[in-house]
């Protein structure tokens, strides 16, 4: 089996399909955030309990985890039923692909490891406990934790930065958000904030435009 991460685009996409693969990405990369929020915050001590709680912050923080874990290997799911996170990237964002393509490497890097603990842990939950012990414990090595975060960081700013862009890359976005009925999920208020501004701005020039001769 080869050392070497998979690099590159996996499948091809018309950009009508690649777009509907970047909205289910958008979505997930929102729940991923989430899931980040509430495993730095519980591990910060940040989140107030309720009094009496029977779980610890360190307790709520290894149940977050376990789920962000999951959720984060999806992204370099092959299985073909899954949304292979870079390849809408690649279609939809081509001044980019250098940092898309330095960004996949790093997630395929830790994709072994990650893929380990969700079929074993997060989602599947495979009936051996040794198998969950050794899925676990794969996660913990030094080398495999700061490979881990650097993909982590690296994979929310390059999302980020291309939310940035997305209005001006994909022009059809808002149109297929509304056809999807998924223009109002909080995962998308940039777009709205961004359709409003639009619609409010005046139009027309004020040096062109005179109302006493309109």
């Not at 009925?181 to 004020?206: E, L, T, W």
Request: aromatic share 10%; proline share 4%; net charge negative.
């Amino acid at each position: 089996m080869s050392l070497i991460p998979f690099f590159g685009q996996r499948t091809q996409l018309s950009r009508e399909e690649a777009i509907e693969h970047y909205i289910l990405l958008r979505l997930r990369f929102e729940d991923i955030k989430r899931l980040g929020f509430l495993v730095q915050n519980f591990h910060a001590r940040a989140i107030q309990l309720p009094n009496g709680s029977p779980f610890s912050h360190a307790d709520l923080k290894d149940t977050a985890r376990t789920a962000f874990f999951g959720w984060f290997a999806t992204l370099t799911d092959k299985d073909g039923r899954a949304i292979y996170a870079f390849d809408p990237l690649f279609v939809l964002f081509p001044d980019d692909r250098y940092q898309i393509g330095l960004v996949q490497i790093e997630c395929e890097a830790c994709h072994g490891v990650l893929h380990q603990f969700r079929n074993n842990v997060a989602f599947h939950g495979r009936a051996e406990v040794a198998a969950q012990i050794k899925a676990r414990q794969a996660l913990r090595g030094e080398d495999t934790f700061l490979d881990l975060e650097s993909a982590r960081q690296d994979f929310h700013r390059l999302m980020a930065d291309l939310v940035e862009e997305e209005l001006n890359a994909i022009p059809e976005l808002p149109a297929k958000l509304a056809e999807f009925d998924v223009c109002r999920h909080p995962a998308f208020a940039n777009v709205a904030s961004a359709m409003r501004a639009v619609s409010s701005a005046p139009q027309g020039s004020a040096f062109l435009s005179c109302e006493v001769l309109d």
